[in-house]
């Protein structure tokens, strides 16, 4: 059933999580939030855990679980066909405000989530750097010589630390980040996160911190460390590949997997970028810089649009010089 002539580029009103390393930063990007500490904000969800509600146009008030289930493959794409057997949205797009360090962390890949979470998927995920404090780093991998049984031991006797590898970080910077990585976003950081859509994490170390209630958080150490890829050793921040520069638009590959591709698109004052999603895959565009519009949808630095993936021609008009990503799935061989 084609809907082209109703589809739109849609935007959402974001659902906010308070978890315990969070703060207030997200407000300088606009978010209006409640009192207290908010840490993530679901800016495009369709997970048991949020669901985003669009907020422009005929589809105003509708979930975006109820899109998916109405508009199907119209709107995630061919390429994501595998999605509708599981009635999931393939993409989960996020704001992180880590004013304190998250937990040290491992996300699983598909076939352990499946075999070990219902219907939860593992979670492949790519981190953007909105903004940095002087001294802010991210934990990535794992030091050389580490191994699954000295890091249990490591985890027993609280000497974890050592076998943790870090490196500095600042605005712009992106890393990519396979289902496996050990991983721990530190403090001072507010990221754009773009990941499956997954809700599942591991913990194998939370610094020795409590909630709320004064009771530490759970820890999941032996699912983790059936997921650690120890070959990850000493990984850094990755490196952005020129596709194309014309017409004043500049195209960079950030992240690709069989999830999803990331790109930076940096569009000139008063250029456009044209493109034509013809049912293989929706795109999600968000601006980290600038203003612009997409048709009708006006987008300021920090919004995201989920364009269908029959929704025909587009064009993103830069009203200033702006920045921007551009995630989009791919087909698999």
Not at 77 to 97: E, H, Q, T, V, Y
Not at 213 to 229: M, N
Not at 260 to 276: H, M, N, Q, S
Request: net charge negative; with cysteine; proline share 5%.
């Amino acid at each position: 059933m084609s809907k082209n002539n109703k589809l739109y580029p849609l935007t959402f009103t974001p659902v906010l999580k308070d978890y315990i390393w969070g703060g207030r930063n997200l407000t300088r990007f606009g978010r209006d939030l409640p009192p207290g500490v908010t840490a993530e904000s679901w800016e495009i969800a369709a997970h048991k855990n949020g669901t985003t509600i669009v907020d422009n146009g005929p589809f105003a008030g509708k979930a975006l679980t109820t899109l998916l289930e109405e508009l199907g493959i119209d709107l995630i794409g061919r390429n994501s066909a595998w999605a509708m057997d599981r009635g999931k949205f393939p993409l989960l797009i996020k704001l992180l405000d880590a004013n304190r360090p998250l937990s040290v962390q491992v996300h699983p890949n598909d076939a352990y989530a499946l075999a070990n979470e219902g219907n939860e998927l593992g979670k492949t995920e790519m981190w953007v750097v909105l903004h940095a404090e002087q001294e802010a780093r991210l934990i990535l991998g794992v030091k050389p010589g580490a191994t699954r049984d000295n890091f249990r031991q490591a985890i027993l006797d609280g000497q974890l630390e050592p076998f943790l590898h870090s490196f500095p970080v600042k605005a712009g910077d992106h890393v990519c980040v396979p289902s496996g990585s050990l991983h721990a976003i530190m403090g001072g950081l507010i990221i754009v996160e773009v990941l499956q859509n997954s809700d599942t994490t591991y913990r194998v170390y939370d610094w020795d911190r409590v909630d709320g209630d004064g009771r530490p958080r759970p820890l999941h150490i032996e699912k983790a460390l059936d997921v650690i890829d120890f070959n990850q050793v000493e990984p850094g921040v990755s490196q952005a590949r020129l596709v194309d520069v014309s017409g004043g638009v500049r195209r960079s590959l950030l992240c690709q997997n069989r999830y999803f591709v990331t790109e930076r698109v940096e569009i000139a004052e008063d250029c456009v970028f044209r493109g034509k999603n013809t049912g293989d895959s929706f795109e999600i565009w968000g601006a980290l810089e600038g203003s612009v519009a997409i048709g009708e949808t006006q987008m300021e630095s920090i919004r995201f649009a989920l364009l269908p993936a029959a929704m025909g021609e587009f064009a993103v008009q830069a009203k200033r010089d702006s920045v921007l990503l551009r995630t989009y799935v791919v087909a698999q061989g």
